[in-house]
């Protein structure tokens, strides 16, 4: 009987993790491996910032009037097509991805997910924010979103490995998902929608242009024609950073200029965006990897704390617009009373006599 115990011990020890573990407990496990390899495909981290914008531009649009349920299905249906749009990009890129040391352990080249289990996700995934935002939203919305799918996946992907120029056309992606919050919350593409694009626009260029210029040996080695890549002392890397830095301080003044925006935002957007002109004007002096990642690291902190300024201020335009309405409505009523008591008074007609 001891014998017995002991070969049944043994027998218990060396089961294979697939018969030890309840099918649930396994089923779990593998949903959980997949969600993080489809979250890892999606660029989640990526794609929240692309949300974070397109949240910023439907609350300035929407002028303090929320509809909680369309800024829901916003936040929604822009998730699923960023979510899509980046998967299909690294679906077309795998085996570029493969060569890069940044980019081999991803999903794809590690053989993580295979290509058609990705291509799926990443067409349903688009589909059904497309979806989202056509029912939830509007049509104008959706068809922006149809857009940026169309030109990041078809477009600027297939640029990458051809031209330099490639970063402004990825750019112009990016530049859409504040447009479409604004679009969710008023169905037109207004002026204030369009210079909330041209930030974003302007603001890429220095944030990525660092990241590449701190790769670009590994952009080269993926065969990814980046300005760094093709740019060996940088001049012309630095050139570039520093205009698009510096041409970030009269866009984003525009905001307060037409009123969707209050002079505290004004005064502190121009403060932060000198600070980051300066961190450009650096970098185009030393094109080093210190420099870079310094610019790159304040790319990251200076967009939030812009948006979060835009946010923050947008009230001093309703204070302002509220001030102009009592005032008038002020001057109304004295008037109105004024002439009320010269007709008492029996000196002109009333207005009804006239």
């Not at 407990?25 to 959980?32: C, I, M």
């Not at 929604?76 to 979510?83: K, Q, R």
């Not at 610019?295 to 509220?322: E, K």
């Amino acid at each position: 009987m001891i014998a017995d115990r002991a070969t049944e011990n043994e027998t218990m020890t060396t089961q294979t993790p697939s018969q030890s573990t309840p099918p649930r407990a396994r089923w779990s496990s593998d949903a959980g491996r997949r969600l993080g390899f489809y979250l890892e495909l999606a660029k989640a981290r990526l794609a929240a910032l692309v949300v974070l914008t397109t949240i910023v531009g439907y609350v300035l649009a929407a002028r303090g009037s929320f509809n909680l349920v369309v800024l829901a299905w916003t936040v929604l249906g822009t998730t699923l097509t960023a979510f899509g749009a980046n998967i299909l990009n690294q679906w077309m890129e795998a085996d570029r991805d493969r060569r890069m040391e940044r980019t081999r352990n991803r999903p794809l080249p590690a053989g993580h997910v295979d290509k058609r289990t990705a291509l799926v996700w990443g067409l349903a995934s688009a589909a059904a924010g497309l979806v989202v935002l056509d029912l939830g939203t509007n049509r104008l919305t959706a068809l922006l979103s149809l857009f940026v799918i169309g030109l990041y996946v078809l477009v600027y992907t297939p640029l990458k490995t051809r031209t330099p120029l490639n970063t402004a056309v990825g750019a112009v992606c990016g530049a859409v998902p504040p447009m479409m919050g604004w679009t969710a919350a008023t169905g037109q593409l207004e002026l204030g929608a369009w210079i909330l694009g041209g930030i974003l626009f302007i603001w890429q260029v220095p944030h990525f242009l660092a990241l590449a210029w701190m790769y670009r040996e590994d952009y080269a080695r993926g065969g990814f024609r980046m300005m760094p890549a093709a740019d060996p002392d940088g001049s012309m890397t630095g050139r570039a950073v520093l205009i698009h830095a510096i041409a970030l301080l009269p866009i984003t003044g525009a905001l307060a200029a037409i009123g969707v925006t209050g002079m505290t935002y004004l005064v502190l957007s121009q403060i932060v965006g000198l600070a980051f002109a300066a961190l450009g004007l650096t970098f185009a002096r030393q094109r080093v990897r210190l420099t870079a990642r310094r610019l790159f690291l304040a790319s990251i902190i200076y967009l939030p704390v812009l948006l979060g300024l835009m946010v923050f201020d947008m009230d001093d335009r309703l204070a302002r617009l509220a001030g102009i309405e009592i005032s008038r409505g002020t001057h109304a009523a004295a008037e109105s009373q004024m002439e009320q008591f010269v007709v008492d008074a029996g000196a002109v007609p009333s207005t009804a006599e006239k």
